[in-house]
């Protein structure tokens, strides 16, 4: 069977922009890199059911002046690379991450550098107009990268369909309302320890937790989630690096398998893997840390029967295989040397 996932990238040295893919699942190796669509550091895209694609991006004009927002392509057609079908561009900087409402038919981006959540409406036509935007605010943290401002750098929907923002810079959870405009009305806040620099949230919402992930503090949080009230809670907090680690890392990206029994965070800088069982109650211990063989896994995921896991390095551009154990969780390496350029962010294509 071939699997088709869509890869975010930087275009700083050889990237062109966004690309697809392929995960040949019985011959069990990655396969057949295509550029899809050409755009200026696309860190992350989504995907909507009628397979349109929404990439983040940047413009420059002749002067040098940036504003970011993200381009839409129409992921139906096989005319790579693809031209976009719409594009917004109306903040001060590239987003950070972008993800879709299907049912409200909404685009949410979460802008790193300006520190604002944004809503954006789509038309039937696919063209896309501004619906809300709010500024996170909040006490700075102690660390170097968060002295200059709110941060904010994941936003999606909750399994109820409220709306979670996670902010970097004032180590902040936010929880909103969403209306059908697209209007994001405050529900909650969680404020985690000082200097934990949150960047990206997973929901479970069998065992009513959400798991939080640290980059500044290289640490997984467990949180009780109320859904009727929308309110977090902290309940404790894992180390995903080794105890006598020493050097620079930035946890990043956090995947939960279908039944909930196990969770992965990738750590860049100890260039790993951290493999967490997760019991009936949502409690974690650490199972295993597996090497990426490269360096700076930004993000990574799992295959359609998450029977294999695929993890992209940004520095070295590779991309990495493994098998999964799906009693154990335990991830083996069987394919390293895939070339990836500047890779980010894998979504596998609906």
Partial sequence: MIEKYLLGTYTRRISKGVYQLELDTEN??????????????????????????????????????????????DGTSNDFPLKPIASVHDQETSPAYIAVDEDKQLVFTANYHAGTVNTY???????????????????????KEQQDGPHPHYINLTPEGRIVAVDLGVDKVFIYDLEDSGKLVPVSELQMQDGYGPRHIYFDAKK?????????????????????KGVLSLRDIHSTIPDDWTEHNGAAAI????????????????????????????????????????????????????????????????????????????????????????????????
């Fill in 121 to 143: 409406r789509i038309a039937d036509d696919g063209s896309i107009s501004k619906a809300d935007r709010i500024m996170d605010k909040g006490t700075l943290g102690f660390r």
């Fill in 208 to 228: 009513k937790v959400a798991y939080l992930v640290g980059e500044l503090s290289s640490n997984v949080a467990v949180l009780d989630y109320d859904a009727d």
């Fill in 255 to 350: 995947r939960v398998s279908k039944d909930g029994r196990f969770v992965y965070v990738s750590n860049r800088g100890n260039n790993s893997i951290a493999v967490f069982s997760s019991d009936e109650s949502g409690n974690l211990s650490l199972v295993q840390r597996i090497s990426t063989d490269g360096d700076f896994p930004r993000d990574f995921n799992l295959s359609d029967d998450e029977s294999f896991v695929i993890a992209l390095n940004q520095n070295s551009d590779n991309a990495t295989l493994y098998t999964r154990d799906s009693e154990s969780g335990k991830l083996t390496m069987i394919q390293k040397d895939f070339m990836v350029p500047e890779g980010v962010s894998i979504l596998r294509k609906k």
């Fill in 28 to 73: 069990q190796k990655l396969q057949n890199l295509t550029f899809v669509g050409s755009a200026i550091d696309p860190t992350y895209v989504a995907e909507s059911t009628q397979k349109r694609i929404y990439a983040i991006t940047k413009v420059k004009d002749d002067k040098g002046n940036v504003t970011g927002g993200f381009v839409e392509w």
